[in-house]
């Protein structure tokens, strides 16, 4: 297993953005985050991902937490920058911003809101990699953006140089194993890394590089000890380890009267805090914060796997 | 039929946005357009509009066009300004910047992207509606933005006073009729306008505010004389009129290699520089700029129709 | 307005199917709905539609609701039988029955539950009027069977004869208006009747060549003044109407537990029972049958409209 | 890993129904599937599934088939028979049938085609266990049914009796992950088998108890060896069995032209021709028969892979 970009192989978290309780962005909290992930032996750090509220964040949020991370990092690993926006142009915008602050990646998704065809979505892709010198990652997630990226397109893509690798969140794991055997009959041009933080494992048997899981941010020791097993091609360690971690994952299960980003990223920012990484689990605009028997399951079940 | 805000009735063509061939915006076009809009008898102007580009465009150029909007507009009818972006507190920033500008209303749609319950999206709307002094419609448009708008919750936002109005998109006929009923039973607290240039006598019938046709570039007049003719209650040419309309609207089809923004937007784009309105019909990244059979079946479908 | 299938036009109510409350088939309440759609001056019934518990109902209860609607009938107004299934076998063995068993014309939807492309949903139409001598009307359904049939392709097949009509239950009013444009043109080859109850008077401005409300069960009187109204093109009494009757179907809202067929086709039966016509408003399974709240809350709606 | 019904674990290939020419059974054909499935090593039949073109099959053929499956196998392994149709008391029927020819057990999908919630979809399968005695799998197929059944109503099904397994086609490993969990907490009361050729491996990792593989009728000894392997503990050859087999797959993409049922199922019997074991591909109404470019390239790929 060769790569055009090693450095951006193996386990990525996408951090969690503390907030404090009036919203402001909580760099302290982000600090000891970044420790922790580096520390616990991440390999990279996906800044502004969905789960990084990148959608929630203004533009000079943005920079703020890109700054911050680059800042706290200190050049131990490499820095993935998510530039997530509707359309080329404003894309464009966000890449060069992150490339100015020292981003080492950029990650982009198909255009989205207006409807559109495939020839688009091609060229939105080139159009970014031709505006910003970058190592361009394509984020494959439909359940967002409404379109799925065809494997074909990506290695094709990514066999001519426009994109370095591909962060998968489509759920999507058929599609998966063509990308991931393609991939490498065009000679592993993309570095392609998963995003589905309870089934890494099949991912690392189709031949993942990597994975992006959100709940990397609560335990990513796991995750490098998956990582690791895999590496040796202990696979039954690979397993034990991701049956582990998928307990840990019924926490987003906990608040009941939530959904989506709210019970999902709600819950990771509840577990930070009760970890005593974050302050505060304070939700953007307009999502509400988590409280009462939400926080107190979500206790019960990381004391229950040793990580509280 | 009374309304709180008389003011925003009638016929508002959502501006659609000419640039030049280098993609820069083009003022002089666009002062065209707008004298074409007034002159015809339009009610008010909408700017920013999906079709409007405004997803596609960067805040310097949202800013631009705004700009160039009240300028050339002088204060003769209403301009409402789409503030689209992902979640809340992005679209702030955007209703701030429309109402230093000198928006007299902002179109505001559900948070897009992420993951949500129907609580954010109320909470959404509140949260705009404090931060920023303007007339707020809400703009139901679930082909972009993956959520419908029940009608209850439309009407009992307009009760509160958090809404003045509601742009209608949603190609759902029958929540429609329920919503035109209940704000009538409320005392007609929105102003409801339908976005379907194909079937606004439909609306008509329901009891619509008026209407944002897209269309409304192509031939304003057409839509001011059905907009007369509704008024009068003279229900054959509110037809007929329709029927001439949704004839033209068969532009959208003559390109038979895009779809999407691509065609719909494209074709208008066509129609306006075949009438001497734009210069240009070109599009914006990453859209491809239509050209060749598809502009002289657009050329032919607006002569046959007399709006050439 | 001229057709080649007049005898289609109108009002055309899709029968609601009563059971009695051990699931049996209740002819009695059958032979009085049929009377009363009758005597109301309904134009014709349609049989085992969507409402009808076509897809409920076995192949045994299926012909003895078409043995009844023929017979309480009694050769007054055209029977239209829906031939619901999956795909094209099993289609032409309900269209057989239903031409044995004496229907005027039948209806058939796109085929379901396999993944197909348009290619085989024209061959789909084809092979069964191939097979079946009797007038076919397309169903245009996609909420039900998530194909949307293309304005463009059921006007080709009426223009071939292939086709006699179409059943619009798409939700599509830009594209109903299209699709009875394009027939105008082709000679009016197609009977197009909308199914949406809520805003037949649209479809009416549209040109549509009649309606099949499911409401109709319950107030077929307020269809037919209002479609007498449309012959004489008086548009304010359509309008009125349709208000009307818009206000009977937020029975469809009193079940506060159920969705979908439970609270819609539950509610017309709640509606039939405590209108007299039928003994009791039993569910298929595995649907659960209304009581209690709801029950009083469509009591007092009916009321509240003079039809009960 | 205990099962309360062992016996349905394993390899248990969904099979492909072979025609004649003029759309009748092809018996012949079929035993010779039959014998090539148990010869290699097969764990069970599943007869009548989405893949063996249940919904395009009346009655009377689904009898011809059963009757047939249950001759040929002539006992050696369990017969598994899929009861799809849209209904419970449509699907009682079928289910009544398959039990009197001699199924071990039946496969039920949830509701379709009418509108429904969760309530009415657990009771349809606790109706369907209480009229036949028989073994109950759920499949999980909402690209067919537009419905995901909820790992959580499974798993409580399962506990209870009613359900003795899953078949599972979702394509949310996620989700699977958590019921193979949940499953093996409440006392493995279902078997589990998952219903994607091209991810077996992971879903092995996950604790799958087997596969019900259409590509398994291509090659069944590739899916037996990694049955093997995977009881052995052998995970390298779990994997590189899969990506094996996911080449072969590659065979659905060999026709240019078709799609869904067309191009999946079309390919398998395009397969099974030229290996041989069907005397033609011809598929059922309205579904195009694959020819040409199509087929030799499907030789191709079968002969790379020394399954030719």
């Known amino acids: 297993m060769t790569s055009v970009h090693p450095d951006f192989r193996g386990v990525v978290p996408p951090l969690v953005t503390p907030l404090n309780e009036d919203g402001s962005f909580d760099r302290d909290s982000y600090k000891r985050l970044i420790d922790k ?53 404003r894309v464009i915008e966000h890449a060069k911003v992150a490339k100015e ?16 065809g495939m020839e688009e979505v091609e060229r939105h892709f080139r159009l970014i990699h031709e505006a910003v010198d970058l190592p361009l990652f394509a984020y494959d997630i439909p359940v967002c953006v409404h379109t799925k990226l065809p494997h074909s397109l990506l290695v094709k893509l990514g066999t001519e140089g426009v994109l370095a690798g591909v962060k998968d969140s489509s759920g999507d794991d058929v599609s998966f194993r063509f990308l991931v055997q393609d991939n490498e009959r065009a000679g592993h041009p993309l570095t392609i890394l998963t995003g589905h933080e309870v089934v890494v494992d099949g991912a690392y048997l189709s031949g993942a590089d990597g994975c992006v899981p959100g709940l990397g941010n609560i335990d990513p020791e796991g995750y490098v000890r998956q990582w690791n097993a895999y590496q040796a091609g202990d696979w039954d360690t690979v397993k034990s380890e991701q049956d582990r971690l998928a307990d840990i994952m019924r926490i987003v299960f906990a608040p009941t009267d939530l959904q989506g980003f709210g019970a999902g990223v709600g819950s990771f920012k509840t577990a930070l805090m009760l970890q005593g990484v974050f302050n505060s689990n304070t939700m953007p605009a307009p999502v509400r914060t988590q409280s009462g028997d939400a926080v107190d399951k979500i206790a019960e079940i990381l004391r229950a796997n040793n990580v509280l």
Do not use: M
């Open 37 to 89: 992930l580096i520390d616990a032996g991440c390999h990279g750090l996906f800044v502004l991902g969905s789960s990084g509220e990148v959608v929630f964040s203004t533009d000079a949020r943005r920079k703020e937490i890109i700054e911050a991370a680059i800042e706290f990092n200190a050049g131990r690993v490499p820095v993935i920058v998510g530039c997530i926006d509707t359309e080329t142009n």
């Open 101 to 116: 602050l020292g981003a080492d990646a950029i990650v982009v998704t198909a255009p989205f809101y207006a409807l559109q």
